[in-house]
Antibody, heavy 122, light 111 residues
Framework: EVHLVESGGGLVQPGGSLRLSCAAS????????MSWVRQAPGKGLEWVSG????????NYADSVTGRFTISRDNAKNTVFLQMSSLRAEDTARYYC???????????????WGQGILVTVSS | QSVLTQPPSVSGAPGQRVTISCTGS?????????VHWYQQLPGTAPKLLIY???NRPSGVPDRFSASKSGTSASLAITELQAEDEADYYC???????????FGGGTKLTVL
């Protein structure tokens, strides 16, 4: 059974940094791309960042480019999201998601973690 | 404002059929990128409902179906049940943004 468990969230001041981790199990981690999707309180879903199975390629939403960095450790079945220069508008629940099989650029997200709350406030 | 447009809410009585639309443009749905759908029950993480336009993952009832045509896609739910009350999101890829994109979400109320 696939499990994705996020950690590292919490309260941080504007301008601060936070590193999210996602421990994966139940599948061959190194074979699949991974992504982070966030959901602000009472709002919809927003794709944040993705990383290929090897970690060689990464992609970011315009809203976080230059501030967030996604990485992975295939030996430890873990994906990370380093967040810096945090803003109030980054306040959200952050979901770690496993990419399913991608078709010409479109990847679906077949498994989701329970999410971790990040609150940016002074 | 979301790249993919969904109605904010839809409703239906138990046993009825409802549809949720997802309207995109020539850089996403209209560019023949696949559309996927997710169900988010209250207080829980989203769950994959439909992938690659019209495929159901194992365990998803056949009351859920979807289609795509031109720059739009739609999700249909037949034999509506109280447990279907949730938020539904469509998702695709946008070539202008080079990103995955979601619709704004549709809240389904079962009357």
């Amino acid at each position: 059974e696939v499990h994705l468990v996020e950690s590292g969230g919490g309260l941080v001041q504007p301008g601060g940094s936070l590193r999210l981790s996602c421990a994966a199990s139940g599948f061959t981690f190194s074979n699949f791309a991974m992504s982070w999707v966030r959901q602000a309180p009472g709002k919809g879903l927003e794709w944040v960042s993705g990383i290929t199975s090897s970690g060689d390629d990464t992609n970011y939403a315009d809203s976080v480019t230059g501030r967030f960095t996604i990485s992975r450790d295939n030996a430890k079945n873990t994906v990370f999201l380093q967040m810096s220069s945090l803003r109030a508008e980054d306040t959200a629940r952050y979901y770690c998601v496993k990419d399913g099989h991608c078709n010409g650029g479109t990847c679906y997200f077949d498994y989701w973690g329970q999410g971790i709350l990040v609150t940016v406030s002074s | 404002q979301s790249v993919l447009t969904q109605p904010p809410s839809v409703s239906g009585a138990p046993g009825q059929r409802v549809t949720i639309s997802c309207t995109g443009s020539s850089s996403n749905v209209g560019a023949n990128y696949d559309v996927h759908w997710y169900q988010q029950l209250p207080g829980t993480a989203p769950k994959l409902l439909i992938y690659n336009n019209n495929n159901r993952p194992s365990g998803v009832p056949d009351r859920f179906s979807a289609s795509k045509s031109g720059t739009s896609a739609s999700l249909a739910i037949t034999e509506l049940q109280a447990e279907d009350e949730a938020d539904y999101y469509c998702q695709s890829y946008d070539s202008s943004l080079s990103n995955s994109v979601f619709g704004g979400g549709t809240k389904l109320t079962v009357l």
